[in-house]
């Protein structure tokens, strides 16, 4: 299964709202209704959304109309924009954006342009799905056999539109036939730990066990968990990660349990540009989804309700980052610029 592709002029996906009760495929050729799922998270995770957001933006470029590259790029910067507006802690998102921009500036003309950035949307899923598949190899070398792992949030093929990060780095140990079970966290508000990471961890045939985002410190406590592997959406130059809410007290409680705290991601989703997790963006999303689960009100009607989408992990917590340039451990600062600079 491919997370996302393009495909004759549309762009493809899974909707991933309607997972697991149905596997239903999305069509779009019109770059609203990317932004739409983007939004809605019909399409989400990290790298996937700055997938979808190339494709759209590509997509959208081809039915501006203008007469000189002036105009059309004027219009091309408010189309990305849009994208821009979708969700604001990803840095990947963001990533795809600029050098989508940046490669419409250097065209001769407007249908060089459109041509291009379809071919540009094209390499940065190429280029993530080899990144996804090299750093779930390393990572592996990380799982001994026997491992159980804790993860949180769905890091898998939904997530990147390729093979995966964190949840690819437990498809690789097991393609190097390491004995390996899963404890997947629900990871409320929306449940994607229950309705994603369960439903591609069963396609892949790997034992998986849902919890409670709550009883992740009994069965650590316990002794029933070996490693902990979750992805990221954004990480800062000095180790911080931001990633799915939840993710900061798992660190802590693994810490406390002397439990490896590991964060697979590509190198897609380090910003150098911000020093630590205290500048990141938090995005704040409808408190809807925290009093009603699938249009079902679980609180009293017009309670108050909070729901960032991500908390940040300070680096301190993090045993190692594995990107498809190696696996990264303290000091951070000086290893992540590093790293960036290859």
Not at 15 to 39: H, M, N
Not at 100 to 124: G, P, T, Y
């Amino acid at each position: 299964m491919k997370g996302i592709d393009w495909i004759e002029g549309k762009i493809k996906f899974i909707d991933q709202t309607r997972l697991p009760g149905e596997e239903v495929f999305l069509e779009l050729d019109d770059y609203r209704g990317v932004v739409t799922a983007i939004k809605e998270m019909k399409v989400r995770g990290a790298v996937t959304i700055s997938i979808a957001a190339a494709y759209g933006i590509a997509l959208g470029a081809q039915s501006i109309k203008a007469e000189s590259k002036e105009a059309f790029i004027r219009q091309l910067s408010q189309l990305c924009q849009t994208f821009s507006a979708t969700r604001p802690t990803a840095v990947n998102l963001f990533r795809a954006i600029e050098r989508l921009s940046r490669l419409a500036q250097a065209a001769d003309n407007i249908s060089q342009i459109k041509a291009s950035l379809i071919n540009e949307a094209r390499k940065i899923q190429a280029e993530e799905e080899r990144a996804t598949e090299r750093l779930s190899k390393l990572g592996a070398e990380l799982i001994e056999d026997g491992f159980t792992i804790l993860t949180h949030c769905n890091t898998g093929t939904l997530a990147v539109g390729g093979y995966g990060t964190a949840l690819g780095v437990i498809k690789a140990a097991r393609e190097q036939r390491k004995r390996v079970n899963v404890i997947a966290a629900e990871t409320r508000p929306l449940l994607q730990g229950a309705r994603l990471t369960t439903w591609e961890l069963t396609r892949e045939n790997i034992p998986v066990t849902l919890i409670t985002d709550s009883m992740a410190g009994y069965f650590m406590n316990r002794g029933k968990v070996n490693c902990v592997i979750l992805g990221a959406d954004r990480i800062a130059a000095n180790g911080d990660v931001a990633n799915k809410i939840g993710t900061y007290t798992l660190a802590v409680l693994a810490m406390e349990n002397g439990i490896p705290f590991y964060v697979a991601a590509p190198t897609s989703t380090i910003d150098l540009s911000i020093s630590s997790g205290a500048e990141m963006p938090i995005e704040e999303r409808d408190p809807e989804e925290v009093t009603h689960i699938q249009g079902v009100p679980i609180a009293p009607e017009g309670v108050n309700a909070a729901n960032p989408a991500f908390d940040i992990t300070p680096h301190l917590y993090v045993t190692a980052i594995i990107t498809e340039k190696g696996i990264i451990k303290e000091p951070y600062e000086l290893r992540l610029k590093k790293v960036m600079q290859t």
